[in-house]
């Protein structure tokens, strides 16, 4: 299984966002208190999240709870990595993979980092920016394990096409 976890959100938009990828990806989300926002639906739903009632998430009330809970490989997305998030190998399908991002503000804690130094790793970037939207960086992360994965089950084509309407391979 693939998780995405946000070690306290503070952006109701970027959780919104992650949130809307997460059911589009048959990928669970994992969110660690504090919250920077309410869990509610009128503060998400201003993300454009509509299909909550499909996404399978899970609240905790701080590291140690959720670290309980879940056993798999963690990857950790810090400005204090090194490794390109490409430079994995996530191709194992049966393995729960956790992609573990920040709170916007000021990320991961060196702490939680420490224990797992060979999995952080850094989105490549230029130096004119300390970092990408949080949303942003949980989806090329996700997309890039799911292409290693060779999607898993997801559809190649829209389920909703126009039948008069079709591209020849």
């Known amino acids: 299984m693939i998780n995405i976890v946000l070690y306290e959100p503070e952006i109701p938009g970027n959780t919104g966002n992650i949130m809307r990828t997460c059911v589009a990806t048959g990928t669970r989300l994992h969110l660690i208190e504090p919250l920077g926002f309410k869990l509610d639906e009128s503060s998400i739903k201003r993300s454009g999240v509509n299909y909550i009632d499909k ?15 879940n056993k798999g490989t963690y990857y950790f997305f810090t400005r204090y990595g ?8 996530y191709s194992n399908k049966e393995e729960d993979i956790y992609l573990i991002f920040g709170k916007e503000s000021t990320g991961i804690p ?12 850094r989105i490549p970037m230029t ?8 949303s942003n960086c949980a989806a090329i992360v996700l997309y890039e394990v799911l292409r290693q994965q060779d999607y898993r089950d997801l559809l190649r084509d829209e389920p909703h096409k126009d039948k008069d309407f079709i591209i020849k391979d």
């Open 55 to 69: 996404l399978e998430y899970k609240v905790y009330k701080n590291w140690d709870e959720f670290k309980k809970a």
């Open 82 to 89: 090194h490794k390109p998030h490409s430079s994995f190998d």
């Open 110 to 121: 060196k702490e939680i980092l420490r224990e797992d130094l060979d999995r952080c790793m």
């Open 127 to 134: 130096d004119n920016v300390r970092s990408l939207n949080l």
